[in-house]
Antibody
Framework: EVQLVESGGGLVQPGGSLRLSCVAS????????MSWVRQAPGKGLEWVSY????????YYADSVKGRFTISRDDAKNSLYLQMNSLRDEDTAVYHC???????????WGQGTLVTVSS | DIQMTQSPSSLSASVGDRVTITCRAS??????LVWYQQKPGKVPKLLIY???TLQSGVPSRFSGSGSGTDFTLTISSLQPEDVATYYC?????????FGQGTKLEIK
């Protein structure tokens, strides 16, 4: 069974940092590109960042470019999102996502909640 | 960046009705569009990819069509379990933008 399990969310003050992690199981995650998608409370879905296999290609949404960094460690079946200079509008549930085709998402984690507030 | 606009934002229909949701891209995206269904409290589920190909296990009452800038998701006969918010997403080019969602309720 495919599983994506996120961790690392929490309450952080504006300007602070957090590092999200996602552990994949049930599939060979090293062979799949992966992404982060977020959903603010009561709002729609927003794609955040993408990383290809071997980390050769990385993309970011304009809203997080220069502040967030995506990375992966295939030896640990893990995906990461380093989030710096956090803003109120970054408050959301962050989902780790993947799938057999690169740019859309068949596999979703349950998400980890990030709350940015003073 | 490609903007995705869904309409309507919400709709209410009766069981058995034919329901259509539209998604418009701000520029041509060929057929690189997917539809997701998100039920309350759940993560999104992939329904349709490549604009019109039904994901395995999805009921045949769901269908998708379109190419270029205009796309539709159709439910041929609405069922109570179809209550959800539906999202389109383009994957033609980064950033891989979503529509704002269409909330579907039973009348």
């Amino acid at each position: 069974e495919v599983q994506l399990v996120e961790s690392g969310g929490g309450l952080v003050q504006p300007g602070g940092s957090l590092r999200l992690s996602c552990v994949a199981s049930g599939f060979t995650s090293s062979s799949y590109s992966m992404s982060w998608v977020r959903q603010a409370p009561g709002k729609g879905l927003e794609w955040v960042s993408y990383i290809s296999t071997s980390s050769s290609t990385i993309y970011y949404a304009d809203s997080v470019k220069g502040r967030f960094t995506i990375s992966r460690d295939d030896a640990k079946n893990s995906l990461y999102l380093q989030m710096n200079s956090l803003r109120d509008e970054d408050t959301a549930v962050y989902h780790c996502v993947s799938g057999p085709v690169q740019y859309y998402f068949d596999f979703w984690g349950q998400g980890t909640l990030v709350t940015v507030s003073s | 960046d490609i903007q995705m606009t869904q309409s309507p934002s919400s709709l209410s229909a009766s069981v058995g009705d034919r329901v259509t949701i539209t998604c418009r891209a701000s520029q041509g995206i060929r057929n690189y569009l997917v539809w997701y269904q998100q039920k309350p409290g759940k993560v999104p589920k992939l329904l349709i990819y490549a604009a019109s190909t039904l994901q395995s296990g999805v009921p045949s009452r769901f269908s998708g069509s379109g190419s270029g800038t205009d796309f539709t998701l159709t439910i041929s006969s609405l069922q109570p379990e179809d209550v959800a918010t539906y999202y389109c997403q383009q994957y033609d080019s980064a950033p891989y933008t979503f529509g704002q969602g269409t909330k579907l309720e039973i009348k």
